[in-house]
């Protein structure tokens, strides 16, 4: 089942992505455990995700590098301004976000390639 995304089901996954996210980083907060992170959970969430589907491998190495780019970019960029729970909930579920718009379009263009060649 090698079929693009959908944007009803991006919109859905990114949204999967920032409540965990979001709560993840909630309850580290409240049990004060500043050293876990959130990220390699949403990480591996959206590989398990995309396993499933079977989608465009080269898609998927270009989204989880920009993932991981943006990630780190906003980690460091957000921490001086912002307290470390908040700076990582925003930093994952954005990053998880870029990933997951860089898998729809990337597996739309692959698809519309795929479909000009047939």
Do not use: K
């Amino acid at each position: 089942m090698n079929r693009p995304v959908s944007w009803s089901e991006a919109v859905f996954v990114a949204a999967v992505c920032w409540t965990v996210s979001g709560l993840g980083y909630g309850v580290l907060a409240a049990l004060d455990e500043p050293q876990l992170s959130m990220a390699p959970l949403v990480g591996i969430w959206l590989v398990c995700w995309f396993w499933t589907r079977r989608r465009s491998w080269p898609t998927a190495v270009v989204a989880g590098l920009a993932g991981a780019v943006v990630l780190f970019w906003l980690v460091d960029l957000l921490r001086p301004e912002f307290d470390r729970y908040v700076a990582d909930a925003l930093s994952t579920g954005t990053a998880a976000t870029v990933s997951v718009v860089v898998l729809t379009l990337g597996g739309r263009s692959m698809g519309c390639r795929h479909d000009a060649v047939r």
